[in-house]
């Protein structure tokens, strides 16, 4: 039936407006074979409809049809090769739509629904040929306006309203969170009990993909990062054909995709069981940040501040442990904490692993509510050659992540089943479990 973002968009919407949405396309991989298919997330929250060559028409003005789809035909054929279709019918019954029509008659048909409105809400820039096709469609209305109709003069991009609406989870979105979570820690716990040295990152990836889709995850929600030693200081390492090294920090940052929500978790711990003297003091240190910025986490907290004070304690560290000299706001003014932490401490998280919503508002850095959720992600990495850094600290590279959801009077961290202080995850690693194949 339809989904309860449809209606708070419908609700939004200006005046006098129509929105037209489109679905993702299918993507050629190579020969005959297409890249996964992957809905786009506006339309999916906006319609629940997982198909591509989809359109959705979004017409509060209009007397019957205020919601509209364009969708595949039923096709015989195509549906023995490659599975059902929703079909005008289904468009109807299944996804709540007042009026369906094959995609083959958007041409001729949507001109029609933009007609009498003077506000078009549609996206320009994300996808040339659907901008071209919107131009022609335009265009195809000056007939009407030299009969004297209205037809859409201002355009507006329908992602800001969107993105607000996705921005701040229900319920039911807070609970696919959860379990898209869950699943993910679920992945990362096989993988700290399956490490030994002499395995191969690639070997760690397969099985907490494994564990993804086992669980019943659709899969990841971006490719999976296993970077041993010197791999665990590259910020976005996803070649994971290593091998694992005794005396190596294994940085994983994967994440499970459920109900078209994202994890996104990322431990760091020892392969072979026991942290040494200089992984474990920068480890407790960039765990020390993010739980004290967990602490931090309650409704009206600005979401800058959660940075900041992230920089404030990292840098406090790495003055503490000599990797860098002087005092500490004089390195926060030079910024020469960016040599070890050059990321941003979170970023919201949902439908899209990096999701959407603005993070700064025209009066300043926004301030979390209740349902929004994201990442704490500190990290500190050191390259051999680092300035500052002696030779014991090369090939460290830590991050500590998890996803939370702002709660009335605080968060929900919801990746908490996957240990993280120092002696969980040694204790962990000894209930050591072999790969079977
Ligand atoms: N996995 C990407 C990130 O943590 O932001
Ligand atoms: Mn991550
Ligand atoms: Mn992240």
């Given at each position: 039936m339809r989904s309860p973002r449809l209606t708070e968009f419908m609700s939004k919407m200006e005046p006098n407006s129509v929105a037209v949405i489109f679905s993702a396309p299918e993507v050629l991989r190579n020969a005959d074979t297409d890249y996964e298919f992957r809905q786009d997330s506006d339309f999916y929250a906006l319609t629940h409809l997982n198909e591509p060559e989809s359109v959705a028409v979004i017409s509060p003005?209009?007397?019957?049809?205020?919601y509209v789809l364009f969708v595949r035909q039923r096709d015989k054929e195509k549906e023995i090769w490659n599975g059902l279709r929703a079909g005008v019918e289904g468009a109807i019954?299944?996804?709540?739509?007042d009026a369906a029509y094959e995609i083959s008659q958007l041409g001729k048909i949507l001109p029609r629904y933009l007609e009498?409105?003077?506000k078009l809400y549609y996206r320009f820039g994300l996808r040339e040929e659907n901008d071209l096709r919107m131009i022609k469609y335009l265009n195809s209305l000056k007939a009407a306006i030299r009969a004297g109709k209205q037809t859409p003069s201002t355009i507006i991009d329908p992602s800001t309203l969107i993105h607000e609406l996705r921005l701040r989870k229900n319920a039911d979105e807070i609970e696919s969170m959860r379990t898209a979570a869950r699943i993910s820690a679920e992945g990362h716990v096989a993988a700290m009990k399956a490490c030994?040295?002499?395995?191969?990152e690639y070997e760690l990836e397969a099985l907490i993909e494994y564990v993804f889709r086992s669980k019943?995850?659709?899969?990841?929600?971006?490719q999976s990062i296993v970077g041993a030693?010197?791999?665990?200081?590259?910020?976005?390492?996803?070649?994971?054909?290593a091998q694992i090294k005794d005396g190596d920090l294994v940085l994983i940052d994967a994440g499970a995709e459920y109900n078209m929500f994202a994890g996104d978790i990322t431990r760091t711990f020892p392969a072979n069981g026991k942290y040494s003297k200089a992984q474990q003091a920068v480890y407790e240190l960039v765990l020390h940040s993010n739980k004290e910025v967990i602490k931090m986490?309650?409704?009206?907290?600005?979401?800058m501040a959660l940075h900041e004070k992230t920089i404030e304690i990292i840098t406090q560290g790495l003055v503490d442990l000599g990797l860098l000299s002087g005092n500490v706001s004089e390195n926060i003014e030079r910024k020469t904490y960016e040599r070890f932490f050059m990321h941003r401490t979170g970023h919201w998280l949902g439908?899209?692993?990096?999701?959407?919503?603005?993070?700064?508002?025209e009066d300043g850095w926004r301030k979390i509510e209740p349902g929004m959720a994201f990442t704490v992600e500190p990290g500190i990495y050191i390259q051999p050659?680092?300035?500052?850094?002696?030779?014991?600290?090369?090939n460290i590279g830590i991050r500590v992540e998890d996803d939370i959801v702002v709660t009335a009077d605080g968060c929900e961290?919801?990746?908490?089943?996957?240990p993280k202080e120092v002696v969980e995850v040694e204790a962990l690693m000894k209930e050591s479990i072999a790969i079977a194949v």
């Open positions: 003005n209009h007397e019957k049809h205020k019954s299944a996804y709540g739509a009498g409105n003077q030994k040295p002499g395995m191969y019943g995850a659709n899969g990841t929600s971006y030693g010197f791999n665990s200081t590259i910020l976005h390492y996803n070649t994971n054909n986490i309650k409704p009206g907290e600005s979401f439908m899209d692993v990096h999701d959407v919503g603005r993070y700064k508002l050659g680092t300035e500052g850094a002696s030779e014991e600290f090369y961290v919801l990746t908490s089943l996957v």
